[in-house]
């Protein structure tokens, strides 16, 4: 199947400072989605971007499709970003499961 | 909206005893996900339906795992006997149309401890 590697795995920041997680994935795909979940455990969905880039207040992510890669960008980052950031990927023509990447800890610290 | 709904919120339950977990899903979407979370194997997908059939239940673990949707509106996951291994967060999730165009909606899972 296809595989999702997600990196770091582990980041901490000081509040203000900006990021940037990456997700490669082995095989073309149709759907890719970005996920924060929060210290209660909520996965909360954060884009829908199959490809091109889109941007919600301080954050934006860009996938290039062709390249196999997304990237969410974090821009002064605040204490409630902390939390795992996971992206998950649908193959093309594996009907509708995602995939899963093992995700990027997030601490942001005063 | 309210969201995909889940139940109960936490469980916790003795070995060998039998444990249901609802979904009620999102009105109008026609795809439902059941996925399992643990520290190991992280976010595992266990089951999918579309339109109430099971398509997919190559995650499901064992024979002790079974889901059913009777209707458009409600999913059940069953454990039966339960193990301590099965401990874990249980993720359903929603979404609309044969491409999932618009995404996935998690509801708040179940965090199923078995002792």
């Known amino acids: 199947g296809i595989q999702v590697e997600q990196s770091p795995p582990d980041l901490i920041l000081q509040e203000g400072a900006n990021s940037t997680l990456r997700c490669n994935f082995s095989d073309s795909v149709n759907n890719l989605q970005w996920f924060h979940q929060n210290p209660w455990g909520q996965l909360i969905n954060l884009f829908y971007i199959p490809s091109g880039t889109k941007q919600n207040g301080r954050l934006s992510a860009t996938t290039v499709a062709t390249e196999r890669y997304s990237l969410l960008y974090i821009s002064s980052s605040q204490t409630t970003d902390s939390g795992v950031y996971f992206c998950?990927?649908?193959?093309?023509?594996?009907?509708?499961?995602?995939?899963f990447g093992t995700g990027t800890r997030l601490q942001v610290t005063l | 909206d309210a969201g995909v709904i889940q139940s109960p919120r936490h469980e916790v339950t003795e070995m060998g005893q039998e444990v249901t977990l609802r979904c009620k899903p999102i009105s109008g979407h026609d795809y439902l996900f059941w996925y399992r979370q643990t520290m190991m194997r992280g976010l595992e997908l266990l089951i999918y339906?579309?339109?109430?059939?099971?398509?997919?239940d190559s995650g499901m673990p064992e024979d002790r795992f079974s889901a059913k949707m009777p209707n458009a509106s409600f999913s059940t996951l069953k454990i039966q006997p339960s193990e301590p291994r099965d401990s874990a967060v249980y993720f359903c999730?929603?979404?609309?149309?044969?491409?999932?165009?618009?995404?996935?909606?998690f509801g708040s899972g179940t965090r199923l401890t078995v002792v």
């Open positions: 339906f579309n339109n109430n059939v099971p398509i997919d």
């Open positions: 998950a990927v649908r193959n093309t023509g594996t009907a509708s499961k995602l995939t």
């Open positions: 999730a929603s979404s609309f149309g044969r491409i999932a165009n618009y995404g996935y909606t």
